[in-house]
């Protein structure tokens, strides 16, 4: 039985934190299908983002919260907070389907309330042991209150 060395076990830890979010994008994409022509149909307040830009700036925060993880993961943090981790993915990946599949704007509200808690208290806990796990997430924490406000807006609108 051959063990991996222990200078690469933990960056082979990355490994489950990127396929963890790997997991919620492509439930995300999935559900996704339809997105751009639901976005367009819809009345859209005037701070909202061309439909281009959502992928981008959801590839980049992916790759932040699978290393937000793993830099948490590394410190030896409490496990609870990995919890509230896999709580905001889970939270996350709920809500493109909520959205765009299903039309279901008030649920995806809702949810995406829920998800900016799941973030800020995932932030806190990982703030004990990593910083930089942290503040990783805050970008993530940025686009989902932008992106609650959007949400709210297009409740109002529609």
Known sequence: MTTIPGRLRAPLALLPFLAAVAVAALVGGLAASNARSVYSGLELPPFAPPAWLFGPVW??????????????????????????????????????????????????????????????VTALYFRR???????????????????????VAIVVLN
């Open 129 to 151: 042991s990593s910083r930089v796990s942290a503040a990783l997430l805050l970008p993530y924490l940025a686009w989902t209150l932008y992106a609650t406000a959007l949400n």
């Open 59 to 120: 590839t980049v925060l992916y790759i932040g919260i699978a290393v937000a993880g793993w830099l948490y993961w590394k410190s030896g943090g409490e496990r609870r907070a990995l919890v509230w981790y896999a709580v905001q993915l889970v939270l996350n990946a709920a809500w493109t389907p909520l959205f765009f599949a299903a039309g279901a704007y008030g649920l995806a509200l809702a949810d995406i309330v829920l998800l900016d808690v799941a973030i800020v």
